[in-house]
């Protein structure tokens, strides 16, 4: 439903150029859920706006369907408003002097041919159906709740049966419950219409939680793509891991190379070896970082051959688990314990880290912490 192939945008401001987006390619099938993750500036909202049809791309060729919209090259500039494309923006863009039924009805009322004033009256009842705000049809847009503004904007964007649902962080301006709550009928609301949708956002969770694909952005390019549970076990490098908030890299050095299908690392501190799956060739001697999550390490009370010693600094209780934070070396650990774990600061205690849930990448390409 949507292709964009080596997409290229450059702004030109007071202080020369920058080059935005740096040749995104990518692909989503009618009715996938597609999420461009990644940290603020990295392009994301640039690309969207590109597919929109706000900013003019400089390279690359955008489809729609079966349409081709935008193909600089070639001259090829489809303005938005003839991109059948529903958006929600993290500001939702309701109208204030406008109630919840013309809020909705608007991209119908400028749409040329302009449909009956009955097909409008359907057409918008049944948007607001989606949303479950039809009794509010009347109310005033100014009176309503953070919630009920962000279903007022979904209404809107789908009351066209867009072929295309641009979302730029629509959840970002609700607190924390609302957002869950919200993050579910989005989910809901998507999976019932079918409609093919291009979410965009820099919180992980809501990312890997909703996208059937996730493509990770840094610096005007897309670094991985995938189904999020293969990115988020199989970060490809430092970078993604980071930014999926892997929060240990803990040194190591590849001390023997096995058969192909395993590869020992010394943990630094550490008194015997862990196996690894061999994700790279690494050569022995190698200084690698062994990156692992704090649900993926436990505390001993004693060591073993595959445990790091280290001492208690801090822990943090949260309610249904402590988060434990571990000097380990150079290293400080961040693990999470039950609460009932009889521990204190300054405890010497042994990590062992479940080698099945660990990246190494080599040490040069990451900065400790
Ligand atoms: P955020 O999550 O903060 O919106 P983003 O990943 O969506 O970030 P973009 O908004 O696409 O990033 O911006 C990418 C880069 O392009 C940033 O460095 C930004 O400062 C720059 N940029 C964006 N819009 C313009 C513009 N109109 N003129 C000049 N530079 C711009």
Redesign the pocket.
Known sequence: MLKVKSLHKT?Q?PDGS?H?VRGVSFEIPQGGFFTLL?P???????TLRCIAGLEDADGGSITIGEQLVADPTNGVHMPAFRRNIGMVFQSYAIWPHMDVFSNVAYPLRVARPRPSHDEIETSVMEALKLVGMESLAKRSATKLSGGQQQRIAFARALVRQPQLLLLDEPLSNLDAKLREQMRFELQELVARTGVTTLY?T?DQAEALAMSDQVAVMSGGQIVQSGDPRAVYERPQDAQVADFLGIANFMPGRISALGDSKSLSVKLDGSIGVLRLPDLNSFAPETAVRVVFRPEDVVMRTAAADDTVEGRIERINFQGTVSECHVRAGETLVRMLIHPSVRVQRGDQIWLAVDPTRCVVFPAESVALR
């Open positions: 702004y401001g920058f935005a990644g603020s500036g990295c392009g994301k909202t640039t965009v820099h």
